[in-house]
Structure formats: structure tokens, C-alpha cells
């Protein structure tokens, strides 16, 4: 192999690599989730709701992932955000289920009819 084939490779295959580390995957992978909706009732001003999705997320990464973070946007019938929620865990080890609870109590929670759900680690 010539001086400029080597070179070549190195521009083409070094970069790939490097992107390759640094992809967005988080090696979590989502494995059930549902939404409940509750609504409390007190005086005029004090009326409180919470949207409440509970799941579970599994390490199918082969190393443990750090930063493990579920992201929840609680959206209405019209695919409005109503509000954004998280649940965080320091440190998953490969295969590990973690059994997560993201809440979002707010004025209008009891609005919320969909969510879109999110995961990221290190």
C-alpha cells in the first residue's frame, strides 16, 4: 500500500471512528411505560393535578452507563405542552432494570392526555 492510500484511509476511517464513540445512543432501552392522571381538589386556588408515567428501562449496553436520565414532555389533546418531567439514576450496571417513576404535578397536569419519553446516559 502506497503513502497516499494510507493517508487516504486515515482521513476517511479515523473521523468514522471517532464519530462512532460519540453517537447519540445511550445503551438504554425502553421497556414498558404508562400514564396515569390524577386530579385533587381543595379550595379555588389551590386546585393541583398530576400526570405520573411509570416504566421500566434496561442497560442492554455490555459496560455500566452513568447519568442515566428519563425525559418525559406531558403533552393535550391538542399536542400542547403542558410540562416537561425527569427521573435520574446515577449508574446502571449491564443488564440492570431500573423501575422509574417521572411525575410532573402542575395546575394543569390533569390536562395531559399524551407524552413523548426520552432516554440518555453516558
Known amino acids: 500500500m502506497n503513502k497516499h492510500c494510507r493517508w487516504l484511509i486515515c482521513l476517511v476511517i479515523l473521523p468514522a471512528i ?9 445503551g438504554l432501552q425502553i421497556m414498558s411505560h404508562d400514564l396515569t392522571v390524577r386530579q385533587f381538589t381543595g379550595d379555588l386556588n389551590s386546585v393541583k393535578s398530576m400526570a405520573v408515567v ?14 442515566c436520565n428519563i425525559s418525559v414532555r406531558y403533552l ?4 400542547n405542552l403542558i ?3 425527569s427521573a435520574y439514576r ?5 443488564g440492570e432494570v431500573w423501575n ?3 411525575q410532573l404535578t402542575a395546575p ?3 390536562k395531559v392526555r ?3 419519553i426520552s432516554s440518555t446516559s453516558r
Not at 18 to 26: E, V
Not at 55 to 66: C, E, Q
Not at 90 to 94: D, E, R, V
Open 76 to 79: 393535550d389533546a391538542d399536542k
Open 18 to 26: 471517532i464519530f462512532a464513540g460519540c453517537s447519540g445512543s445511550s
Open 108 to 110: 394543569d397536569a390533569w
Open 100 to 102: 422509574f417513576t417521572v
Open 90 to 94: 446515577q449508574s446502571l450496571q449491564p
Open 83 to 85: 410540562g416537561v418531567s
Open 54 to 67: 411509570t416504566g421500566a428501562v434496561k442497560n442492554i449496553d455490555s459496560l455500566p452507563l452513568t447519568d
Open 114 to 116: 399524551s407524552y413523548e
